[in-house]
């Protein structure tokens, strides 16, 4: 079968962005405020990190649940993996999710400043400097027939998109604006020679674009 290449509960804002400007140690996303533009993804029940019992369920959860199924791999770019510049002056900085990260895969990390591959749990973390169709390739040996997740940040999907790589995309965008930061699009409607798109409103005010391949 096929593996794909997707991306997965990707959320921008109202005005295309994936995460604000200044991302720092402290701030993640920048000056986006994650419990804004993500709120949809945190309410759910099958939310990865979620410590309370509760949460939704419907649309946003079912979105939710389906970002682990048939994954064995993950492609992000170094801004997701932390909030150093240039060569690393901190090999200590093992990412934001601390000792248990929620990928459960081998995960591709895009840089053009290598650093030695280690393991947290069951995530192993590689550092490539190569081109989207090179780390692809490697990504999808490692996942062992399984499909691959394109993480971000937008920059990333961004080449992998140019690339004609992308198999399918779920956007979900966000009733915030944040006027400048890292773009995903300036509408949607780009992606429209290459895809088809469903767009589905949710009951928590996010709007879910469902892109695939033409």
Same mark, same amino acid.
Do not use: C
């Given at each position: ?5 997707? $991306? +997965? ?5 109202? %005005? ?6 200044? +991302? ?8 986006? !405020? ?16 979620? #410590? ?23 492609? /992000? ?7 150093? @510049?240039?060569?690393? +002056? ?16 081998? $995960?591709?990390? /895009? ?10 749990? !069951?995530? #192993?973390?590689?550092?490539?400097? %190569? ?6 390739? +490697? ?15 937008? #920059? $990333?999907? @961004? ?23 890292? @773009? ?8 429209? %020679?290459?895809?088809?798109? %469903? ?6 005010? $996010? ?5 695939? @391949?033409?």
């Amino acid at each position: 079968m096929e593996q794909l290449l997707k $991306v +997965q509960n990707f959320t921008v804002s109202l %005005d295309g962005f994936g995460a604000g400007e200044g +991302q720092s140690l402290e701030r993640p996303f920048g000056h986006a !405020d994650p419990g804004e533009l993500v709120s949809w993804a945190f309410a759910t029940a099958s939310w990865p990190n979620r #410590t309370e019992p509760g949460g939704s369920r419907g649309l946003d959860d079912y979105l939710a649940r389906d970002f682990t199924h048939n994954i064995g791999a993950e492609i /992000m770019g170094r801004n997701k993996f932390g909030p150093q @510049r240039g060569p690393w +002056q901190d090999h200590e900085w093992r990412g934001w999710w601390g000792e248990e990260p929620p990928f459960h895969t081998p $995960v591709f990390v /895009m840089t053009h400043h290598v650093r030695p591959s280690f393991t947290l749990s !069951d995530t #192993t973390f590689h550092f490539v400097d %190569d081109d989207p169709a090179s780390v692809l390739a +490697q990504a999808r040996e490692a996942a062992q027939g399984k499909d691959v997740r394109l993480g971000g940040g937008a #920059t $990333v999907i @961004r080449e992998f998109l140019a690339a004609g790589l992308v198999d399918t995309l779920h956007v979900a965008v966000s009733p915030v604006k944040l006027g400048a930061g890292a @773009r995903l699009w300036e509408s949607p409607d780009e992606l429209l %020679d290459r895809f088809h798109l %469903d767009v589905v409103p949710s009951p928590s005010g $996010v709007t879910h674009h469902l892109f695939w @391949r033409k």
